[in-house]
């Protein structure tokens, strides 16, 4: 179960996370972040959103990893998080970044309607959730190569996220697979699916992320679209983990 805090000392536990991670918020995001902590940890003791249920396990592994990806962002991008769950990265990035469209996309309908009350509770303009799967959705109109950003985390292998999640981005656009010690064995078995899907590594990242009793490494796997998609991916999802690419 969450253990309550007052709103300050909420904050406090926030700002002394992003900081030691070297993230720095815009003016009254930190504000923001501390409503979402007390709204998550609260929903979850009746309604199971998210393992993590405390207080420092929602600042340094929902908020501090989702802000990670505030570098390789850009004002004015359109970003869409699959498999968002509750909204993370979602969230957390539509409070840091207003001028980023925010779009979190889950197959859950408690989750992703957790995260749209969120957002109108918060006052975010730029946020909007849809409930449905990545492979009916990005099979064609109106999602289908239309976002500048994907990110994904915790939801697959890099070779079924591939599949997943480059229907969704435009040429020229990027697709943000958010991983950890895993990441250079999956991008080695990714190979065949980031050809025939239209990808290419631009880039592998490695964070750490620390808090107050533990270390983590983070990795940050940069693909950028360099093709369209064939209009045959995404496959049916047991085909995709069954024989994936």
Do not use: W
């Not at 990806?69 to 004015?76: M, V």
């Not at 996220?161 to 656009?173: A, D, I, N, S, Y």
């Amino acid at each position: 179960m969450g253990i309550a805090m007052s709103l300050e000392e909420n904050l406090n536990l926030i700002n002394e996370t992003l900081d030691s991670n070297g993230i720095k918020l815009r003016e009254s995001a930190d504000v923001l972040l501390a409503r979402l902590s007390e709204r998550l940890i609260a929903t979850n003791e009746l309604v199971n959103l998210t393992s993590i249920d405390t207080p420092e396990g929602v600042a340094l592994l929902h908020f501090a990893d989702s802000l990670t990806l505030l570098p390789y962002l850009e004002p004015g991008e359109t970003l869409l998080d699959v498999g968002s769950g509750a909204g993370f990265p979602a969230l957390p990035i539509a409070i840091a970044m207003p001028d980023v469209r925010v779009t979190a996309l889950d197959a859950t309908q408690k989750k992703i309607a957790f995260a749209a009350d969120a957002a109108v509770d918060l006052g975010l303009r730029n946020f909007s959730a849809l409930c449905g799967r990545a492979e009916e959705l990005g099979a064609g109109p109106p999602y289908r190569e239309r976002y500048d950003v994907v990110t994904a985390r915790a939801v697959g292998k890099l070779n079924i996220l591939c599949e997943l999640c480059l229907p969704f981005v435009r040429v020229g656009g990027r697709f943000i697979a958010m991983k950890s010690l895993s990441a250079a064995e999956e991008i080695a078995q990714a190979r065949q699916a980031l050809t025939e899907t239209g990808g290419e590594i631009a880039e592998n990242i490695t964070l750490t992320l620390q808090g107050e009793d533990e270390e983590l490494t983070r990795n940050l796997i940069i693909i950028q679209k360099i093709a369209p998609t064939p209009k045959i991916y995404p496959r049916r999802y047991s085909q995709i983990t069954k024989n994936p690419l």
